[in-house]
C-alpha cells in the first residue's frame, strides 16, 4: 500500500524579494490591477539600493509554501522612519512618545514611495483567501511580539481586501487622493467639456502656454523609448527633489531609473517636452507606470520654469495619451493642491492599523470614528469646489 502523504503548508519570512522565483512571485502579482507589487519593481526597488535597511525599508516578506509551491505572499517592511509613505502617521509617534511608548520600529505593508492604492496580500487562484489571509495576520502578529515591533500597518489597501483584514480586528483610518476618471470620453475636448466656461479657457490658455514657449509634448512608452531618457529623467527627478531640501522625497536612486529601463519599460510612460531648436533632449519631463486601464503618475521634473510646463507634463499629456488608449482610472501621485483645477475629485482610501500595545490600540479605536468623519468633510469640501458645469435635470 502507497502511503498518502499530506502537502505541507509552511511560513517563511524572506530579506530579499530575489530569494523567491520571479516566475513564482508573479504568479500570485500579475494578476492584481495594480503594477506596484510585482516582482521586477519590486526588485528594481531593492537591488537598487532605493528600498534597503540602510534607507530604512527592510525588506521582510511573508511567503507561504505549499511544499515548493508559493501560495502565498505580502510585501511587507521592517521600518525605523515614517518618509514615504504619504500616510502622515507622525501624530501617533508623537503620542506613543509621550505614553513612553516605543513607535518604531514598525511593519508596514506598501509598495515603498509608492502612494496609490491596490495593496493586499498576494493569494495563488483558487486558494482559501479569507483563511490563508487569517494564517498571515496571526504569523504577523507573533513576528511584530517576538521582535518587539510596535504594530502593523497596511497601506492604500484594496477596497475588495479591506473587509477581511478589519474582521481580523484592524482599525481602519480614512484618507483621500485626487483621482482622474475617465467619463466616457473619446478625444481631450471631451474632457474639456465637462468644466465651466471659466476652466476651459483656463486650460487652454495652459495648454497653449507651451507652443508659445516653442516646446511640444511627445510620451514615448515601451520598446520605442529611448534608453537615455531614463538617466534623464532621473537627473530631472532629482533636481526638482532637491528644490525642496529635507522635504523634497528624494528616495529613489540613478540606478532604480536604469533599472527601469532593462526591465519594465513596457510599463513606463515618458511625456516629454521638447524645444523647437532640440528634438532629442528634452527640457523637462513626467514618468507615470500603466497597467491595464490604470495609469499611475510618479515623478517629473525641469531645469527650467517654463510657464504652465508641469501642468502639461503630469496632467493634460498623460490624460490626452490615456483617453487616446482606453485609460479608466488616472491616479496621479501625491499632493492635491493643483488637481482639484484640473477635473481631479477627491476619492476615498483606506490604511488599516494594529498596534500591538493596548493603551495605544484603545486610543485608536476610541478616536478613529472622529478622525475618519472630519476626512470625509475635507473630501466633501474640495468636491464642492471641482470646478465642472452646472448640469440642470431635464
Not at 1 to 26: F, H, L, N
Not at 167 to 195: C, E, I, K, P
Request: with cysteine; aromatic share 14%; charged share 20%.
Amino acid at each position: 500500500m502507497v502511503e498518502q502523504i499530506k502537502p505541507q503548508i509552511s511560513v517563511t519570512w524572506i530579506d530579499r524579494i530575489a530569494d523567491v522565483p520571479q516566475a513564482a512571485w508573479d504568479a500570485l502579482a500579475m494578476p492584481l490591477q495594480t503594477p506596484f507589487f510585482e516582482w521586477d519593481w519590486l526588485h528594481n526597488l531593492e537591488s537598487s539600493g532605493s528600498a534597503t535597511a540602510k534607507a530604512g525599508w527592510q525588506p521582510c516578506h511573508l511567503t507561504v509554501w505549499r511544499d515548493r509551491e508559493l501560495i502565498a505572499a505580502a510585501p511587507l517592511y521592517v521600518k525605523g522612519h515614517s518618509y514615504g509613505e504619504f500616510v502622515f502617521d507622525h501624530q501617533w509617534a508623537d503620542l506613543a512618545y509621550r505614553l513612553g511608548i516605543e513607535y518604531y520600529p514598525k511593519l508596514v505593508g506598501m509598495s515603498p514611495f509608492t502612494p496609490a492604492v491596490g495593496y493586499r496580500f498576494l493569494i495563488a487562484p483558487g486558494e482559501d483567501e479569507e483563511a490563508l489571509t487569517a494564517m498571515m495576520v496571526a504569523a504577523i502578529d507573533h513576528f511584530c511580539d517576538r521582535h518587539q515591533i510596535s504594530g502593523c500597518n497596511f497601506l492604500y489597501v484594496d477596497p475588495q481586501w479591506q473587509p477581511l483584514i478589519e474582521r481580523l480586528g484592524f482599525s481602519t483610518w480614512l484618507h483621500h487622493n485626487s483621482v482622474w476618471q475617465n467619463q466616457d470620453f473619446q478625444t481631450f475636448d471631451d474632457y474639456l467639456a465637462m468644466f465651466n466656461a471659466n476652466q476651459r479657457r483656463n486650460i487652454k490658455r495652459e495648454r497653449k502656454a507651451l507652443e508659445t514657449a516653442g516646446l511640444t509634448m511627445q510620451t514615448h512608452i515601451g520598446e520605442a523609448t529611448p534608453h537615455t531618457l531614463f538617466p534623464q529623467m532621473y537627473h530631472f527627478y532629482s533636481h526638482h527633489c532637491d528644490k525642496f531640501g529635507w522635504w523634497g522625497s528624494k528616495y529613489l536612486t540613478k540606478s532604480f531609473f536604469e533599472k527601469l529601463y532593462h526591465n519594465y519599460r513596457h510599463r513606463v510612460l515618458l511625456s516629454a517636452a521638447y524645444s523647437e531648436d532640440n528634438q532629442h533632449k528634452p527640457v523637462g519631463m513626467s514618468i507615470c507606470i500603466t497597467k491595464g486601464d490604470r495609469l499611475y503618475g510618479r515623478y517629473w521634473g525641469s531645469f527650467q520654469e517654463i510657464d504652465c510646463l508641469h501642468f502639461n507634463a503630469c496632467y493634460y499629456t498623460p490624460i490626452e495619451w490615456g483617453i487616446a488608449n482606453g485609460i479608466q482610472i488616472f491616479d496621479p501621485g501625491a499632493g492635491g493642491r493643483h488637481k482639484k483645477r484640473r477635473g481631479f475629485p477627491a476619492l476615498p482610501h483606506s490604511s488599516l492599523h494594529r498596534f500591538y500595545n493596548p493603551r495605544l490600540m484603545q486610543i485608536l479605536r476610541s478616536h478613529i470614528h472622529e478622525i475618519n468623519r472630519l476626512e470625509q468633510q475635507q473630501m466633501d469640501a474640495i468636491n464642492a469646489e471641482l470646478p465642472f458645469k452646472i448640469t440642470h435635470p431635464a
